[in-house]
């Protein structure tokens, strides 16, 4: 079997709800890290899915024993926010796998090249290859930053397979790249967009996250 990358939008209310608040021009910067709140923990779950380790237990309950399901402690898990807008995702995803360590990648770009520059790497030099990634950022458009931090990614030995990307509005040339680099990827995203334009900004998009989050 050849893998693709694949690309889940959920079809729930709750992502919807968020996603239309997140999108008005109208929503104050703190309604609208509500909805980056709301959307991380909502997408994260989604993304949970056959991706967070699982280990088979028996427990006793107060009637007798019973076969279940528990977190597997053991196995590393991960969460990369590339600063700044994905810290907007963080705290909801954080909820969800609150054992999972936080390694902060910062990135902007420059304005003229769209080219991604990191500020900031606390990435550990090597990761387990079992660890089980999961990167957050509201947008994915040119695809420059998002590249930039599976390149970092991979090159500490983290596996492709078992990283998810959690992001609330995808377009095209930064799915097309991720599919051409990474075909074993899984994507959840609350929409998939049209284009990008000639200032790098997603149509219709939501604007620039990063500023709607911090009211700058
Ligand atoms: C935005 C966004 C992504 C990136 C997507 O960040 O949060 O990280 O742009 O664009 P790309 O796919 O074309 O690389 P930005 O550089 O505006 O920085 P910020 O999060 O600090 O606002």
């Avoid at 608040?21 to 899915?49: H, I, N």
């Avoid at 420059?144 to 990283?163: C, F």
């Amino acid at each position: 079997m050849s893998l693709q990358l694949r690309v889940y939008v959920p079809p729930h209310p709750l992502i919807k709800h968020w996603l239309a608040v997140a999108r008005d021009a109208g929503t104050p910067s703190v309604l609208f890290r509500s909805a980056m709140t709301e959307l991380g923990r909502w997408l994260t779950y989604e993304a949970a899915r056959e991706w967070l380790p699982t280990l088979e237990a028996t427990v006793q309950t107060p009637l007798g024993n019973c076969d279940a399901t528990l977190i597997n402690p053991e196995v590393p898990v991960a969460v990369v926010p590339i600063l700044r807008a994905g810290l907007g995702l963080l705290e909801g995803a954080q909820t969800l796998l609150p054992l999972a360590s936080i390694y902060h990648l910062g990135l902007v770009r420059d304005e003229q090249t769209l080219q991604p520059l990191c500020y900031l790497n606390k990435l550990p030099e090597k990761l387990d290859p079992q660890t089980r990634v999961l990167i957050v950022d509201p947008m994915l458009a040119t695809g420059g930053s998002i590249m930039a931090a599976m390149a970092e990614l991979t090159h500490r030995g983290v596996d492709p397979s078992l990283t998810r990307i959690v992001c609330v509005v995808a377009a095209p040339p930064a799915l097309q790249q991720l599919s051409n680099a990474y075909p074993g990827l899984i994507v959840y995203t609350a929409t998939i967009d049209e284009t990008v334009n000639n200032q790098g900004f997603i149509v219709p998009g939501l604007g620039d996250a990063g500023d709607r989050i911090f009211g700058t």
